[in-house]
């Protein structure tokens, strides 16, 4: 490697372990390192180092987050969990999974994954412990289901992945990537359960004594949430139906409820994740400078020299998912998923497979007390019970760290599922 390739790539390192040690975003590190190479020392002008500037993602980033903030704000939101809840009807035992498919449901319509967390932790912690369900078990089964409903063809990674993918010349196919993201996560939800059930903690010995949540009568939908409900159904026939970007539906469904409260206008805008925006631009920004001065395909050309392909997929499995339990999941897919570029060009194995066992990889190691699904888990548990959750979340996260990309590779790599 040059001088030109070794300095990029040492700065994006320094990125990773600042960003780590910090509460800093990597994004805004990344724009500023993205002048810095650029201007001084390959002498582009801005417009050239803007000239991978993912505006598309951030419009879709923006979109989908300011609709949802109103979501939350109006009710609509709490009012489809109180009515998933009632629907069990008193079977404590498919409280994860309803919790699991409210998650999923949720990040599919293009909640991001720590939304959707957030929203959903307070009232399923609160009722793991009032039904003596293990809250590390109730924690997993939100993550997972989050996790599950992560990559659809609405939400925002699905959508940065298909467009990383489609932008480094090896499309894939997003109904693909959903299902085997959703597929991956029901199967390690059955096998948590195997798991707690075996170690004897399906019940825990600590729950009944108190619990947070709303035990009033089922509210109807009524004014603002009757409409923002229709809008979601709109948003699915728009973007399904006729293939309209899901961005600008986003944003004229956002548009019409803001319309309708305008008073509360200004928080609505405060719900957009300016935070992801720019960690999505700003990652993208550097990697496509790197790319440029042909970082990636130098480091593609080393790991191609480890051998057999499917090795150096199994490795980068292994290597973002490592990474993704102490950083951004989203920063490490914007750097990991270009480097599947000349090992697809090189092989027979599948794009939508390989970039999908990678995606998966990075995200449901997010259990990890160090990312922020799992923080909101720890966060949400008793304050007696605090150090109990953290410490146990930490033991559950580092098996999902062995087994998770292990058993992503193995389904969609070399089985070739998709």
Known sequence: MTAVQIIPLAILVVMFIVATKWPLNIGVMGLVASFGVGYFMLGMTDREILAEFPASIVLTIIGVTYFFSMAQRNGTIDIIVQTCVRLVRGRTLLLPWVFFLMAAALTALGTFSPAAVALLAPAAIG??????????LMGAFIINGAHAGGFSPLSVAGVLVHGIAAENGFPISQGSLFAAS?????ILSVLT?????LTGRLRDSKGGQHADVDTSPSR???GQQIVTLALIVVMLVCTLGFRMPIGFVALSAGLLLALINIKEHQTFIGGISWSTVLLVAGMITYVSLLQHVGVIDTLAGHALALGAPLVIALVLCYVIGVGSAFASSTALLTAFIPLAGPLLATSSLSASGTVAALAIAATVVDVSPFSTDGALIVANAREDDRQRVYRQLMAYAGAVVLAGPLLAWALLVPMGIV
């Open 127 to 136: 009722f793991a412990y009032e039904s003596r369900i293990h809250p590390v």
């Open 182 to 186: 959703f597929a991956v996560n029901l």
């Open 193 to 197: 359960i195997v798991l707690f059930a």
């Open 220 to 222: 109807r939908p009524h």
